[in-house]
């Protein structure tokens, strides 16, 4: 079976490099999965997770905070703001932003500030996602 070669990426530089079966995410539309030779494509991503099908049967997971997938020329690149393999994540540190972001949204709504509001409710939204993602994994 024709593979694709899948890199995540941040700001921080590459995250991740593997061939892979297939890769699976979600858009802004619902879930997308990418094989070999798949015409090109740029999608967005949200908060959750990538899933990367490799060759030999298993599967990599990847807590994503959203970004873009584009796919071009059998390479699929994963654009995120921050990426973390399901077994690297520390969830003891996920539960503490999970507990700072409610906090400032508690804040925010007594403030009566709807951009913290959001920006918290992003970082709590991101915590979840770590948190569910170490568990489910």
Known sequence: ???VQVEVVTPNGLVYEHEAKMVIG???EGDIGI????APIIVP???DEVRIKLDDGTQEIIAVSGGIMEVRDNVITVLVDSAEKAED???PRAERAKQRAEKR???AKEQKNA???RRAEVSLRRAINRINISNKY
Do not use: S
Request: aromatic share 0%; glycine share 0%.
């Open 1 to 3: 079976m024709a593979l």
């Open 115 to 117: 951009d913290k509001l």
């Open 105 to 107: 949204i508690q804040e």
């Open 45 to 47: 991503l949200v908060i």
């Open 35 to 38: 094989m070999a030779n798949h």
């Open 26 to 28: 979600r858009t802004t």
């Open 89 to 91: 994540i520390d969830v």
